[in-house]
């Protein structure tokens, strides 16, 4: 008897699954264009093509003594200027309490010339904003960059994760739901693949009719592209 009801439950599922052909290319999960946001000289460049970074990991770096040396004075300021009201702050009930909030004042002010100082200290610097790998470089140390014209310097992609972009006929959009499974194959490779629907774009394409959705990969080269079925709950 339970041999029996789980034929009729496969035959209901073989009776009601559909398929829907779809196209699609491989793209990065994350991908970003990078700039700085400052101008200056190229002093160092620390990677290449294809170099593997870590999110945070220096990319590449603008002379910056200037500003450094900058910095360094806003720290002394505050430094001096933090001493000065913690002595005022001991005797605050005896002195005047204009005199104490010129103290007080001096030293929020050192501590907002120290942030903005840093601010324009770290803009020197290129930094990974993901973990991933540099994809494009054109920048080469001696350069001159500005930050009033901004320009891709690197572009970075995540290393591993990919996602499928699919397209398939707008007529299956009620048919196609997130959880999905898809199955495809890569241009010239004979190897089967499956993936599952992640996400499935709120809009057609006015040009082509087509309707967008995403499956999560790995280790599949950005840019390749295939074809494939997604099975569907109904036909």
């Not at 620390?46 to 040396?69: E, F, Q």
């Not at 959880?179 to 190897?191: A, H, M, N, Q, S």
């Not at 057609?204 to 009719?209: D, I, Q, Y």
């Amino acid at each position: 008897m339970t041999k029996i009801l789980l034929g009729l439950i496969s035959l209901v599922f073989v009776l009601n699954a559909g398929e829907v052909y779809a196209t699609f290319n491989v793209a990065a999960s994350k991908s970003a264009n990078l700039a700085f946001d400052a101008s200056g000289v190229l002093e160092n460049v620390k990677v290449d093509m294809s170099s593997s970074v870590k999110r945070g990991d220096t990319l590449a770096y603008l002379h910056n003594a200037d500003k450094r040396a900058t910095l360094n004075i806003a720290k002394t300021a505050l430094k001096y200027a933090k001493k000065d009201y913690d002595r005022q702050l001991k005797v605050r009930k005896l002195i005047d309490s204009t005199k104490f909030d010129s103290y007080e004042f001096k030293y929020e002010n050192a501590k907002n010339q120290l942030a903005y100082h840093k601010s324009i200290y770290d803009k020197t610097f290129l930094k990974a904003p993901f973990d991933g790998v540099i994809f494009f470089k054109n920048v080469e140390i001696g350069d001159t960059v500005s930050g009033m014209m901004l320009k891709t310097v690197f572009k970075i992609q995540s290393e591993h994760s990919r996602k499928l972009i699919l397209e398939f006929d707008q007529k299956y959009r009620k048919s196609v739901k997130v959880g999905d499974e898809f199955k495809y194959k890569l241009d010239g490779d004979v190897k089967d693949y499956s993936g599952v629907i992640s996400k499935i774009y709120p809009l057609a394409n006015t040009h082509n009719r087509k309707i967008q959705a995403e499956v999560i990969a790995k280790d599949i080269m950005v840019g390749i592209f295939g074809d494939g079925k997604i099975i569907t709950s109904s036909k």
